[in-house]
């Protein structure tokens, strides 16, 4: 089963920018797609964006659209999460994760995520 680390949360100032990595460890053509999800305290886990892994597609939540950016290098395993312009609601733990179903499944749906990392803290704060 693939194994997800991710690294590069902290705490930023709004309109600051942070880039979280995945690394992915024994991935499997199986795997249709690997996002990130994120959970503030007290809500729900929400897909934040994804990329198929078979074309490179990408899918995004609304409210980081035109903000957050996620690549995949594949020669490194690696899966990256550039965010940009952070805003206090952004706050949370966030997640990889992966998936034999595509984006277009996965990101509305975190139950159908088959392999999750431990998560790396986020905080907007001022």
């Known amino acids: 089963q693939v194994r997800l680390v991710e690294s590069g949360g902290g705490l930023v100032q709004p309109g600051e920018s942070l880039r979280l990595s995945c690394a992915v460890f024994?991935?499997?053509?199986?795997?249709?797609?690997i996002g990130w999800f994120r959970q503030a305290p007290g809500k729900e886990r929400e897909g934040v964006s994804c990329v198929n892994t078979f074309d490179d597609t990408t899918m995004y939540r609304d409210s980081v659209k035109g903000r957050f950016t996620i690549s995949r290098d594949k020669a490194k395993s690696a899966v990256y999460l550039e965010m940009n312009n952070l805003k206090p609601e952004d706050t949370g733990k966030y997640y990889c994760?992966?998936?034999?179903?595509?984006?277009?499944?996965?990101?509305?749906?975190?139950?159908?995520?088959?392999?999750w990392g431990k998560g790396t803290v986020v905080t907007v704060s001022s």
């Open positions: 024994d991935f499997t053509v199986d795997y249709y797609a």
């Open positions: 994760a992966a998936a034999y179903e595509g984006c277009i499944v996965v990101l509305d749906l975190s139950s159908a995520v088959d392999s």
